[in-house]
């Protein structure tokens, strides 16, 4: 049996000395990588707020970091492809720091699960509602322990977390979390668990820690913000929106996404209220055909999505509209696919997402078979997205000669001598700044368009 050995009183002081840490001990360093939607984003701003309680120090390098997590997405079979190739090549990193904890967090995460671990690479796995248990996880994995948590929950909203966000100009809030819907072809529900909201109070409550800290614009997010409820209070999203639009009168604020099947008229009239709602709704489609949005489980019909757009551009007829499409859904013809364009033609997007169809896992289109060839969904993928390209560009000729409020972000990225700022409407909008006067990045400035192509909007500031 082993024993301890009996020490004098010196060693056992100087054995004391030794065991203290050292206090200069420096401080570990964390990357986070996001892949995925933008409450990804957020979630990824959580973790880091997460981690930087438990005495972690963020960097955006990742060679310098001691902890890597890659916040991943499920949506769509390339999605995961994308961080599988990530994850290979973060074998160098190891190769360089044999101490370094990888972590795979998000969607991705919570549907492979265990299979991850199998990589020799990864350390960590942790889902959507499991964020909290980060920094214990990460710490083990220093001691050479792998750990993973992936549990569901029907309450976790982190309501009380403040996301460290760097400073910028447009935030991310999550107001929910989790979606009930069960669209025949996602796999949300499954990586994502049941829907739940934060309270109204501490939403509008960070919103004005955001514009106290410099925001200028901020998007609530959800993946069905209409359906938001404050249990206590029995508040709805409109009350929300408007209560946000109220509590802070000088930000933007955005919201997505919301479902066609609740696009209530009080939340279209809550919109046309406020002059700091961005006027701009984001309406997912994801099909022109009865039939094909019956076999989705959408549970509305065309002719109820059209009454809703005309619904929304009757309030607010400046209202830009932008929407998600997917081709080559199970048994997809051709006429579908004509009913698709024949809708796009009818609502005339301002801009639109499109797909093509990913089989899922666990979902029930999987059972349904991924009958439209390949070669067939990137033939009506193609044809739909030169349609949206031709309508985004009339559309945005319309605006020529016309003055926009655009809330500028800073440089172009093409070219550093012209800035770029955003519109009411969601539209980039790209104007030269030699004489800006005055002007500084996150100000509303007015701009007059004078060239416009299907992506971006060309103009000169209004100088008083
Ligand atoms: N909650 C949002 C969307 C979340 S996913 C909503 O309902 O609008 C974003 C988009 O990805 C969806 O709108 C859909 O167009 C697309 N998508 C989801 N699952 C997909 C799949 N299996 N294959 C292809 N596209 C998919
Ligand atoms: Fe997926 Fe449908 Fe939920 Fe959107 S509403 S996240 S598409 S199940
Ligand atoms: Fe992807 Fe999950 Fe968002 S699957 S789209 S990261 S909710």
């Given at each position: 049996m082993f024993e301890l050995p009996i020490l004098t009183?010196?060693?056992?002081?100087?054995?004391?000395?030794?065991?203290?840490?050292?206090?200069?001990?420096?401080?570990?360093?964390?990357?986070?990588e996001t892949y995925g939607c933008q409450m990804n984003v957020n979630d990824s701003e959580i973790v880091k707020g997460v981690m930087n309680n438990s005495g972690y120090a963020i960097t955006d390098k990742?060679?310098?970091?001691?902890?890597?997590?890659?916040?991943?997405?499920?949506?769509?079979?390339?999605?995961?492809?994308?961080?599988?190739?990530?994850?290979d090549h973060l074998k160098y990193y190891k190769k360089r720091n044999h101490d370094l904890v990888v972590g795979v967090l998000?969607?991705?995460?919570?549907?492979?699960?265990?299979?991850?671990?199998?990589?020799?690479?990864?350390?960590?796995?942790?889902?959507?509602?499991?964020?909290r248990n980060v920094p214990e996880l990460v710490g083990?994995?220093?001691?050479?322990?792998?750990?993973?948590?992936?549990?569901?929950?029907?309450?976790?909203?982190?309501?009380?977390?403040?996301?460290?966000?760097?400073?910028?100009?447009?935030?991310?809030?999550?107001?929910?979390?989790?979606?009930?819907?069960?669209?025949t072809f996602c796999v949300v529900p499954f990586t994502r668990g049941r829907e739940r909201s934060r309270t109204l109070d501490s939403v509008v409550?960070?919103?004005?820690?955001?514009?106290?800290?410099?925001?200028?614009?901020?998007?609530?997010?959800?993946?069905?913000?209409?359906?938001?409820?404050?249990e206590q209070t029995s508040k709805d999203f409109a009350d929300l929106l408007a209560a946000c639009a109220s509590s802070v009168p000088e930000m933007r604020i955005r919201y997505t996404t919301s479902h066609p099947q609740d696009m209530s008229d009080k939340l279209i009239e809550t919109m046309a209220q406020y002059d700091n709602i961005c006027k701009y709704v984001h309406l997912p489609v994801q099909s022109g055909s009865d039939r094909i949005l019956k076999l989705m489980n959408r549970t509305y019909t065309v002719e109820h999505y059209l009454e809703r757009m005309r619904k929304i551009k009757e309030v607010m007829p400046n209202c830009a509209l932008s929407t998600d499409i997917i081709v080559g859904f199970p048994s997809e013809t051709e006429e579908d696919n004509d009913a698709t364009i024949e809708l796009m033609q009818q609502v005339r997007y301002d801009g639109a997402y499109m797909y093509k169809y990913s089989p899922r896992e666990k979902t029930k289109a999987w059972k349904m078979g991924?009958?439209?060839?390949?070669?067939?969904?990137?033939?009506?993928?193609?044809?739909?997205?030169?349609?949206?390209?031709?309508?985004?560009?009339?559309?945005?000729?319309?605006?020529?000669?016309?003055i926009e409020k655009v809330l500028v972000e800073g440089a172009s990225k093409k070219n550093p001598t012209e800035w770029q700022g955003r519109t009411d409407?969601?539209?980039?909008?790209?104007?030269?700044?030699?004489?800006f006067g005055g002007y500084i990045v996150g100000d509303i400035?007015?701009?007059?368009?004078?060239?416009?192509?299907?992506a971006t909007m060309f103009g000169d500031i209004v100088l008083n």
């Open positions: 009183e010196s060693e056992l002081y100087e054995n004391e000395i030794f065991d203290l840490p050292s206090p200069i001990a420096p401080q570990r360093k964390l990357y986070v990742p060679d310098e970091a001691d902890v890597i997590l890659l916040n991943t997405c499920a949506v769509r079979d390339n999605a995961e492809r994308k961080i599988h190739e990530r994850l998000g969607c991705m995460a919570e549907r492979l699960r265990s299979d991850l671990l199998e990589k020799k690479l990864v350390d960590v796995v942790v889902g959507p509602d499991e964020y083990r994995a220093f001691t050479g322990e792998k750990g993973i948590a992936v549990k569901l929950s029907r309450v976790e909203t982190y309501d009380d977390i403040l996301p460290l966000r760097t400073d910028g100009i447009s935030a991310w809030v999550s107001i929910m979390r989790g979606c009930d819907k069960f669209c409550n960070e919103l004005k820690i955001l514009r106290d800290s410099g925001f200028k614009e901020t998007t609530l997010l959800g993946q069905n913000v209409n359906s938001y409820r404050d991924d009958d439209v060839p390949d070669d067939v969904k990137t033939e009506r993928l193609n044809r739909i997205i030169e349609k949206q390209r031709i309508v985004s560009g009339e559309l945005n000729q319309l605006t020529l000669g016309t409407s969601n539209k980039i909008v790209i104007f030269t700044h030699n004489e400035i007015p701009v007059k368009i004078n060239r416009a192509n299907s």
